[in-house]
């Protein structure tokens, strides 16, 4: 079966960095859009980024100028660089791809267990 596996997730000071990274495996023949979420506790999942096959990105507002996703298509993998980690960042956070299983099964999103990012100092 597909599996998305995040890594990269830990403990950081407020105004440090990480980069999260986000490798699909499986029968993949391609992958449409990769995405980051987020889930701060006592609060409702949210769209981090995402980034089509083709490299367009979208950002939430809170993260603009601070995170920058990408992806390695032979790699079937997504990151996500966050700079200037701020407590509000504090969350699990999600990877979440559109994967193509071929003509006849189609695409099906594809989430993994989420790496958790804490900002504190």
């Known amino acids: 079966q597909v599996q998305a596996v995040e890594s990269g997730g830990g403990l950081v000071q407020p105004g440090g960095s990480l980069r999260l990274s986000c490798a699909a495996s499986?029968?993949?023949?391609?992958?449409?859009?990769m995405g980051w979420y987020r889930q701060a506790p006592g609060k409702e999942r949210e769209l981090v980024a995402a980034?089509?096959?083709?490299?367009?990105?979208n950002y939430a507002d809170s993260v603009k100028g601070r995170f920058t996703i990408s992806r390695d298509n032979a790699k079937n993998t997504a990151y996500l660089r966050m700079n200037s980690l701020t407590p509000e960042d504090t969350a699990v956070y999600y990877c979440?791809?559109?994967?193509?299983?071929?003509?006849?099964?189609?695409?099906?999103?594809?989430w993994g267990q989420g790496t958790l990012v804490t900002v504190s100092s």
């Open positions: 980034i089509t096959r083709g490299g367009s990105t």
């Open positions: 979440n791809a559109n994967v193509f299983l071929g003509p006849a099964r189609g695409y099906v999103e594809v």
């Open positions: 499986g029968n993949i023949l391609g992958i449409n859009v």
